[in-house]
């Protein structure tokens, strides 16, 4: 702005002229030019529609059962094994097949094999212990056993009746005596069965010993007769208790004898090694097969 009365310039804040000295607060201020504001321009917000992926559903795939051809044939393990009617083990087992027994593997199912046998006979296995190889030793025909049986070495057929031959000398054994005093003597059957635990125990009336070795001595003589896969095991268990209770009919004599202060030998007869002896050999026999 400029003074009215000099024209010299001043300032907008200055109230008096810096030239003249006049008075400037009566001066009319020419007013600030007032900014121009621009109107805020609104972009519209731009919506992106959202994309649906579909779900993909997979199909659940269902392994099946895997067929071997009927000619595969595959063997029992050594000592056996269990089988069932359907691929359950939480149900029991329903045969018992014996080792080295062929078998034709028809279909697999997991870990269970769905086999026939050469008589037609169907059922389910672990599949898992079926060997490719028979075991030495295993399933032998009815006829292979004829014709093993026929050959075999003769000295060698005895130990076929060895455990029968056992249970009789048992029997032998239990009749004969067991205690020999001089001219008093016992048998099995007066010898109480108690006394096979106890030496103080005195005869009487009841279970005796004679019992025992009778009962053990017959189960013996059947067994070895029997053509099971179990029989011989039996066999050698009831020889082993035959001749335990002959052992300990000579361990309790022998402290009965030291009691007294006597020799064994002035007491003991030949009954207890009898039985003994039939025991040992019912446990090394070879049963029928």
């Given at each position: 702005m400029n003074c009215p009365r000099c024209a010299s310039p001043s300032g907008p804040d200055d109230r008096f002229c810096t030239a003249c000295g006049m008075s400037l607060e009566q001066v009319t201020r020419p007013a600030a030019p007032i900014p121009q504001t621009m109107p805020a321009q609104t972009v519209p917000a731009q919506t992106v529609p959202a994309q649906t992926v579909p779900a993909q559903t997979v199909p659940a795939q269902t392994v099946p059962a895997q067929t071997v051809p009927a000619q595969t044939t595959m063997y029992v393990p050594a000592g056996g094994m269990s089988a069932w009617a359907t691929p359950n083990g939480s149900l029991p087992a329903v045969a018992r097949l014996v080792a080295g027994t062929p078998l034709?593997?028809?279909?697999?199912?997991?870990?269970?094999?769905?086999?026939?046998?050469?008589?037609?006979?169907?059922?389910?296995?672990?599949?898992?212990?079926?060997?490719?190889?028979?075991?030495?030793?295993?399933?032998?025909?009815?006829?292979a056993t004829a014709a093993r049986a026929a050959t075999a070495a003769p000295g060698q057929e005895w130990l076929r009746y060895l455990a029968a031959a056992g249970a009789v000398l048992a029997v032998l054994g239990a009749l004969l005596p067991w205690i020999d005093a001089g001219g008093a003597s016992e048998n099995a059957f007066g010898t109480p069965a108690a006394f096979l635990v106890d030496f103080k125990t005195t005869a009487g009336d009841g279970f005796n010993v004679g019992f025992v070795v009778l009962a053990l001595a017959a189960a013996t003589a059947a067994l070895s007769f029997v053509k099971e896969p179990w029989a011989p095991m039996a066999v050698r268990v009831a020889g082993i208790v035959l001749a335990a209770v002959g052992l300990l009919f000579v361990v309790q004599l022998f402290r009965l004898a030291s009691f007294f202060d006597v020799s064994l030998s002035d007491l003991i007869g030949v009954g207890a090694f009898l039985v003994i002896a039939g025991g040992v050999a019912a446990a090394f026999a070879r049963p029928a097969t």
């Open positions: 034709h593997v028809v279909q697999s199912q997991g870990g269970w094999a769905h086999v026939q046998a050469a008589n037609g006979w169907t059922g389910w296995v672990d599949g898992r212990y079926l060997t490719a190889v028979a075991p030495a030793g295993g399933f032998v025909s009815a006829s």
